[in-house]
């Protein structure tokens, strides 16, 4: 059973940068693929970034690509959101989600990190 705890939201000024991380346990770290999300108060849930399971491909929302960056770190098994340029818009909460590749949906998940970024 993959286990995931994100870490590092907060509250930001519009214009700040803010980094998530989540920790990975329970699994195969390097043939989990990787991603985030985020739901804002009354939004549906949305994709923000995943990468793959060796790091060499990566993709982002068009609402934050230029402004964010996911990483991992397969000595760590952890996976980063470096979040830069907030805006207001980007106010909800970030979950961490995982899935092998086998798998088209993402199966588990993180409990979740609040991102408020005030103007």
């Known amino acids: 059973q993959v286990q995931l705890v994100e870490s590092g939201g907060g509250l930001v000024q519009s214009g700040g940068s803010l980094r998530l991380s989540c920790a990975v346990s329970?699994?195969?770290?390097?043939?989990?693929?990787m991603g985030w999300f985020r739901q804002a108060p009354g939004k549906e849930r949305e994709f923000v970034a995943a990468?793959?399971?060796?790091?060499?491909?990566?993709s982002f929302a068009d609402s934050v690509k230029a402004r964010f960056t996911i990483s991992r770190d397969g000595a760590k098994n952890t996976v980063s959101l470096q979040m830069n340029s907030l805006k207001p818009e980007d106010t909800a909460v970030y979950y961490c989600?995982?899935?092998?590749?086998?798998?088209?949906?993402?199966?588990?998940w993180g409990q979740g990190t609040q991102v408020t970024v005030s103007s």
């Open positions: 989600a995982a899935r092998y590749g086998s798998s088209s949906v993402y199966q588990y």
């Open positions: 329970g699994g195969a770290f390097r043939t989990i693929l």
């Open positions: 990468i793959s399971s060796n790091g060499g491909s990566t």
